[in-house]
């Protein structure tokens, strides 16, 4: 079975969807291996690589996907529309797509999947279970999107992170305030912990107050009856009580941090403003907010994506994709993702796919199959 590693084309996109240590395993589970040429460039790794790994390298887009039965990608692949190779007319009927597919935003690539008879998962969809926690694309980027935050946060600010006593006087922690304590904001925590930071965090979960202490940082929630999280484990949506009164005390909180890094999404909707126009002019000039949630709307009002924009002394900073502004160890850990997530899937005797199609990793993730859309949250339940 052929699986092919196309070179990523969309804008501010670094990563690859394999590395040579992920290549060599794929090929000892059966599989003939093509990567495209200059696939891995962006996360150093040369061609050269690929090659001494086994892989085949092709020259273009066209070759790569030509009679592909498994295609990696990192983002959803490219369609006419877009001005670009028109990567899903390459793609095979009845071939294996995975990659992070972001339905809700382009639900006419999700029916040209399903015209084209391809097998789609979207692997941001994969459950939140423990057999299928090596699988979690979700987790290993936005683990590392929490600890490229704060690098960019410390880079952008005008003064240093720890306490430091020296004998011309003493320089004062940096206060830096979390907002939103699933994977990225628990290592964003835990990062400017570790540079010296003096850390608050706020979720509407209240089963994160236990993560927060335990990294030592300050838990400022809501008092509430309310429930602020899904039976998958997300962050919900809450009442308009609950945001008043949440508004209320970041607004107070606020004005003391020095820094704010916000990562509060909502899977399928816009991201909700947690930080407003006048929260950021309640903040001393000098101040730093790094919206990881820009892309989706953004949790400050304020905030532009791929734009660093000030407001009243205040740096407001919204780079796209920031797990691929740290390339080479997100590609690393999203290849072992994907490489997870086929292993069980290939038959060791016969060298093909034997998939079982009730498994609920297959079901949670599965977009398309047979021609139709099929996952129950595109489709409604129905």
């Known amino acids: 079975m052929k699986l092919a590693i196309p070179k990523e084309r969309r804008e501010h996109e670094r990563r690859v969807a394999a590395t040579p240590d992920t290549v060599k395993k794929l090929i000892a589970l059966g599989f003939d ?47 006419a529309a877009e001005g670009k190779v028109d990567e899903i007319s390459l793609i095979k009927p009845g071939a294996i797509l995975a990659a992070i597919l972001s339905p809700f935003t382009d639900g006419a690539t999700v029916d040209a999947y399903a015209s084209g ?7 941001e969809f994969m459950p939140r279970i423990t057999r299928a926690q090596s699988m979690d694309v979700l987790s290993s980027q936005s683990n590392l999107a929490g600890y490229i935050a704060v690098i960019d946060a410390a880079s952008e600010f005008s003064r240093a992170f720890p306490m430091m006593m020296t004998a011309a006087g003493t320089v004062a922690p940096a206060k830096v305030m979390v907002m939103g304590t699933g994977v990225a904001g628990l290592q964003a925590i835990a990062t400017a912990k570790r540079l010296g930071a003096v850390v608050s965090a706020t979720d509407v979960r209240a089963a994160a107050k236990e993560q927060v202490e335990s990294l030592a940082a ?14 998958g484990g997300y962050a919900k949506e809450m009442s308009d009580d609950y945001k008043a009164k949440q508004a209320a005390l970041i607004a107070e909180t606020l004005a003391k941090q020095d820094i704010a890094i916000t990562t509060a999404l909502i899977p399928g909707r816009k991201a909700p403003v947690l930080i407003t126009r006048d929260m950021v002019r309640s903040m001393k000039p000098g101040s730093v907010i790094i919206d990881l949630a820009v892309e989706s709307g953004g949790n400050c009002e304020l905030s532009q994506p791929g734009k660093i924009v000030l407001e009243n002394g205040v740096k407001i900073i919204g780079h796209y994709n920031v797990p691929s502004r740290v390339a080479t160890d997100a590609s690393a850990l999203y290849s072992r993702n994907l490489l997870n997530f086929i292993t069980p899937l290939m038959d060791s005797d016969s060298g093909s796919l034997n998939i079982d199609w009730e498994d609920e990793i297959i079901t949670g993730t599965l977009l398309t199959r047979d021609g139709a859309i099929v996952h129950e949250r595109l489709t409604g339940g129905n």
């Open 218 to 231: 300050k838990f400022v929630m809501v008092e509430s009856d309310e429930g602020g999280e899904t039976e």
């Open 117 to 123: 008879n391809i097998t789609a998962f979207a692997m």
């Open 33 to 79: 291996v093509a990567v495209e040429k200059d696939a891995g460039l962006m996360s150093n790794i040369p061609d050269s690589q690929y090659s001494d790994a086994g892989a085949k390298i092709t020259a273009d887009a066209a070759a790569t996907f030509k009679d592909a039965d498994v295609i990696f990608k990192v983002q959803r692949p490219m369609h």
